[in-house]
């Protein structure tokens, strides 16, 4: 069977993660457990996850001129992503300040820095030209109207588009309108109203949920350190087993994302490809 072809246009980020039982409340010190630098960014995980599942991926993004740049290029080739379309800028490159407690939870701040320089008429042009394409991943960490521009472009050549809209910020009727598929979180798809794309509703601990179809896959049953990346491993991971039909890619999406909980980090959390199809 061809191996999918997946764009992911989207946000790198160096994730700086501070462990603690528990978080500090305003104007409080704590002593924390673990500080840890690993690779991050909605899209960039999302592109990893994809990878390790199969499919051949291209980044398309931007990324500072400065040591966390250089060590994103670096990271994208040791996991086989073409980072033909990723630029560079004077802005430094994304960070994610991350807290996670005793329970694995996290919150976040990011710092998009160059993500929010991708210049939406290259993102479309690179979508135009990759051979093969099958399917455009996108978020909300860089700015909507790239997102748009590449789903255009996506769907101008007939490839399939899937959103995932974290963090939440409202969404344009003509970016849903160029959506086939959106995975939201409950929160998310609160916020998002009615819309037409096929909708697979994320449920942490719950499962995933195709309220189109009704079609529910369980989540492993996990005792989670570190929850951040999971989401993401998600839609990587269904990304790539989209072509195998919706319900294999719901399994194989659902037992990368609760492996993925079990360890620290996003892309440093995630599984390989045979520990994931043990269990999907
Ligand atoms: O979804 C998890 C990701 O969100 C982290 O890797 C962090 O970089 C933030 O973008």
């Not at 909605?42 to 040591?67: L, R, T």
Request: glycine fraction near 10%.
């Amino acid at each position: 069977m061809k191996r999918p072809v997946i764009a992911v246009v989207g946000s790198s980020m160096m994730d700086l993660t501070a462990y603690a039982d528990v978080l500090p409340g305003p104007g409080e010190t704590l002593v924390g457990k673990q500080f840890t630098t690993g690779f991050g960014g909605k899209g960039a995980n999302q592109a990893v996850m994809a990878a390790i599942a199969g499919a051949d991926v291209y980044f398309v993004g931007k990324i500072g001129k400065d040591v966390f740049g250089d060590s994103f290029l670096e990271n994208f080739k040791n996991r086989g992503i073409n980072a033909k379309y990723v630029e560079r800028d004077d802005e430094p490159s994304g960070v994610a300040h991350i807290w996670v407690d005793g329970t694995g939870e996290n919150r976040i701040i990011i710092i998009p820095g160059a993500n929010h320089k991708i210049d939406k008429a290259k993102a479309a042009e690179a979508i135009a030209e990759i051979p093969d394409l099958d399917i455009v991943i996108g978020q909300c960490e860089i700015k909507q109207e790239v997102t748009l521009a590449a789903f255009k472009a996506a769907k101008t050549r007939g490839a399939t588009t899937i959103l995932n809209p974290a963090p939440f910020e409202p969404l344009s009727d003509e970016l849903i309108a160029h959506c086939d598929w959106i995975i939201p979180n409950e929160t998310e798809y609160a916020s998002l109203g009615q819309i037409s794309a096929n909708i697979l509703l994320t449920e942490g601990e719950k499962g995933v949920h195709h309220l189109n179809t009704g079609l529910r896959v369980a989540a492993l049953k996990v005792t989670p350190v570190d929850t951040t990346g999971a989401g993401d491993s998600f839609v990587g991971a269904f990304a790539s087993k989209l072509h195998e039909g919706a319900e294999v890619a719901m399994k194989f999406g659902c037992a990368a994302a609760g492996l993925s909980v079990t360890k620290k980090g996003a892309q440093s959390s995630y599984p390989t490809y045979e520990e994931i199809a043990t269990l999907s």
